[in-house]
Nanobody, 123 residues
Framework: QVQLVESGGGLVQAGGSLRLSCAASGRTFSSYTMGWFRQAPGKEREFVAA????????YYADSVKGRFTISRDNAKNTVYLQMSSLKAEDTAVYYCAARTKYITTNADDVGAWGQGTQVTVSS
């Protein structure tokens, strides 16, 4: 089983940028597709972005397309989420997700979760 630890969250003004990191341990990182989900207060957890095993394919939610970039470094067992042009509606707890099968946008199909990191965007 893989263990995931997120970092990089914080408070940022609207229009600003943040980079989230998720460090993995426990199993071969490259055997997992990775993703980011987020959950705002009172809302369901929603898909943000995902990346294939080798990093050659990325998929984004429409709400973040063009503003967020997911990437991974298999040598460092880390996946990143670069967030730019942040909006107040991006405020949420962001969770790193791992899955041995192909990428998914469905939170119910995720195999392992990190503990989450808070991102707050002030307007």
């Amino acid at each position: 089983q893989v263990q995931l630890v997120e970092s990089g969250g914080g408070l940022v003004q609207a229009g600003g940028s943040l980079r989230l990191s998720c460090a993995a341990s426990g199993r071969t990182f490259s055997s997992y597709t990775m993703g980011w989900f987020r959950q705002a207060p009172g809302k369901e957890r929603e898909f943000v972005a995902a990346i294939s095993w080798g990093g050659g394919y990325q998929y984004y939610a429409d709400s973040v397309k063009g503003r967020f970039t997911i990437s991974r470094d298999n040598a460092k067992n880390t996946v990143y989420l670069q967030m730019s042009s942040l909006k107040a509606e991006d405020t949420a707890v962001y969770y790193c997700a791992a899955r041995t099968k192909y990428i998914t946008t469905n939170a119910d199909d995720v195999g392992a979760w990190g503990q989450g990191t808070q991102v707050t965007v002030s307007s």
